[in-house]
C-alpha cells in the first residue's frame, strides 16, 4: 500500500528532501544531476578501460621492440 511505500528523498548538503514536496524546476535539476551523475560514471569506466588497454598495447610494444 501506499503508506508502506517510502517517500523518494534527495540530500543536498546535510540537508533531506521528499522529491514530490520539491517544485517541478527543482525536480527537473535533480533529474539533470542524476543524468549527469550517471554519465560520469560511464565517462571513468571507459577512460579506466582505455588506460588498461593502452598499458597492455605498450606492453606488447615493448616485446615487440625488445625481440631483435
Not at 528523498?9 to 542524476?34: A, K
Not at 551523475?37 to 606492453?59: F, G, N, Q, S
Request: no cysteine; hydrophobic share 40%.
Amino acid at each position: 500500500t501506499m503508506s508502506e511505500e517510502e517517500k523518494a528523498t534527495i540530500t543536498v548538503g546535510e540537508n533531506t528532501y521528499d522529491f514530490d514536496d520539491i517544485s517541478q524546476t527543482g525536480q527537473i535539476l535533480v533529474r539533470h544531476i542524476t543524468s549527469i551523475r550517471k554519465d560520469l560514471e560511464a565517462v571513468e569506466y571507459r577512460v579506466m578501460v582505455l588506460k588498461a588497454a593502452e598499458i597492455k598495447l605498450t606492453e606488447q610494444l615493448n616485446a615487440v621492440l625488445t625481440e631483435s
